[in-house]
């Protein structure tokens, strides 16, 4: 993708602690390239971005922490995807803030397939774990690949079910991709580096810092069309990713439970704040305008209706009122009444102002 | 309220199975009151309403079901309030359909009190019975006066709430008020007549037919200002009751529950449609506008949020950038970044396009 060069001069700055994404964009306009970045003298840098972060460029990264990185990309399952490369996610390029740099292991092909994030608590219940299984099993079986944390609970059973289905599963980790955390979910990383993808914009090294979940938090909704909450608490982790999804533009599902439950809070919280409540796959797949599942083979048509209701005749397809109606069908008030109100339910039937009755299908 | 000769002309016209709410307010319309209509020959009625409703108003209701009415109306806690009445209930006059004359058993002056519907499954969990009990009783004491239908499960544990709460509880039933139905709540109806009341538009010695509870559920939601669904299946008459409320231009809620459970499906499909998610009476009471929580006193000054946190005091109330504030504050990014992530989901700080962040109290 980059040559030698290129590559080596992205994986020196994504070793600079004090550098932000921010800072570097800053920088990749100012100077156009990772190897003018590189190449610039302090004062140049210092012109763009604050003095001690020209200077921390300057001085350039630990030659330990680079000797490894270069290593880790002599693996052919490890690659780095950047900014300027086309196979950099177009989705993450939408959100305010996307990372210059990812570091992935296993497929880069599935950072560009349609996705869906599928998050929820460390501390679920069974019903939760298997529900996220469930959910993301099918969903992946419906086209969307599941991007979840790597976090024990609701992520790992997102990305146990992802792995299964038909559209394997992505995870976007807190750490350099050299670590495994938690180390409980050591088996399924490998699993996802060999069948899925892991992605990370920590540089290699990086361990398990509580300040770096919540901003990587944002990639996991970034690089998916839509965020479904699982299982939460309120101030979760999950709520971090559900809020980004919203600034990102991105739907938010949300399963709801027992208002008694504490990891239902979260997800209830969401739907008051204009989540969807979902009880299904399917309520996710139709929304997103994926649905396989033909509705008009579940529908009876107008004429196997009517078979199956007088009323239907004497309805017809104008509005009426209720004694017109008694009139021409011979049925009194009482049992037409309870005729409509069946028919309204079943959406064949409408309810017009001034108590007239329209047949609608 | 009304003249003993309007009284026995509303009893009998009430009488005539074959009259609709329509027809008379037609009626009556064009014969101004009911002894006038009463009085009218089968020729004038005929032409307002189908000639076999004029031939059985002319003809005149069973004499025997008149008299029972009129020995009804001898006890003092029984009435008939009418449409011409003032002590018609303001809420029920918005409806489509509203009811000419309603049997009232208990305390009148109820009717036109702040009310909720609070509906339910017939074949409700322990925990839904509970959750029914539980909100009712909070929401009567929260000024709102709990209308149900008297059907065993969540309706009979709303109506327990609200008479134990401070507004009490009114049924309105699907049945003459001479009889209770069904059986088992025989001890909440009497209840019902002494602490609260109970209503009906139909006719004294009219028995528990199928097709009048549907009908009857308009008015449950008519006479309330909201309505709350806690259990119910798809295709029940609690979602009846519900979709008249929207009609009714009420507001609509639903208690959200496991997505594995029919009994709440009824409500997740509420919630779908636009119904409000509501874990608590205090959802409801704040959405109602009658919320007495104080919310200044659980909500930290801005001054003692600064005290707790250093990075407040280096963001001012300004717009600013990542690298400004970590220049200022002599923090890290990703020590910046992660408590920026707190306060946000605190509500102190907001997040602006272009990567710039604002306190915002």
């Known amino acids: 993708m980059s040559s030698d060069q290129e590559t080596l001069a992205w994986l020196r700055l994504g070793l600079i602690a004090e550098l932000t994404p921010t800072g570097l964009r800053k920088l990749l306009a ?11 003298d302090r004062a140049t840098l210092a012109r763009v971005v604050p003095d001690h972060v020209a200077a921390a460029i300057a001085r350039g990264p630990d030659p330990e922490r680079l000797d490894a990185a270069q290593r880790w990309l002599e693996d052919p399952a490890n690659q780095v995807v950047t900014l300027a490369d086309n196979a950099y996610p177009r989705l993450l390029l939408e959100i305010p803030d996307p990372p210059p740099l990812l570091y992935v292991k296993g497929n880069p092909a599935l950072l560009d397939h349609a996705s869906l994030a599928v998050v929820g608590s460390r501390n679920a219940t069974q019903q939760g774990r298997s529900n996220a299984e469930a ?3 099918e ?3 419906g086209g969307f690949t599941i991007i979840s944390g790597l976090a024990l609970g609701i992520d790992a059973a997102a990305h146990a079910g992802g792995l299964v289905g038909l559209s394997s599963s992505i995870a976007v980790v807190g750490t350099g991709l050299d670590i495994v955390y938690p180390a409980r979910n050591r088996d399924l990383a490998h699993r996802l580096a060999e069948e899925g993808a892991l ?7 990086t361990p398990a810092l509580a300040s770096n979940f919540p901003r990587r938090n944002r990639l996991i909704s970034g690089l998916a069309s839509g965020c ?3 299982e939460a608490a309120l101030k979760s982790g999950s709520l971090i990713t559900a809020r980004y ?6 739907e ?3 399963v709801p439970g027992s208002i008694h439950s504490s990891l239902s809070k979260g997800c209830h919280l969401l739907i008051k704040q204009g989540a969807k409540l979902v009880e299904s796959s399917q309520d996710i797949l139709e929304e997103l305008g994926a649905a396989v599942h033909d509705r008009s083979t579940t529908i009876a048509s107008a004429d196997e209706i009517a078979l199956d209701n007088p009323l239907l005749a004497a309805l017809g397809f104008d509005p009426i009122d209720l004694d017109t109606l008694c009139q021409r ?3 009194t008030p009482d049992t037409a009444s309870a005729m409509l109100l069946t028919l309204e339910l079943e959406g064949v039937v409408s309810r017009l102002p001034g108590g007239k009755f329209q047949r609608v299908r």
Do not use: H
Not at 245 to 250: C, H, M, N, T
């Open 139 to 141: 969903l992946s079986d």
């Open 199 to 205: 992605v990370s914009e920590f540089a290699l090294g």
């Open 228 to 230: 479904l909450v699982v």
């Open 135 to 137: 959910f993301s099993r």
């Open 245 to 250: 999804a919203l600034e990102q533009g991105r």
């Open 329 to 331: 069908s011979g049925l």
């Open 252 to 254: 938010v599902f949300a």
């Open 30 to 40: 100012a100077l156009t390239t990772p190897e003018g970045v590189c190449a610039a």
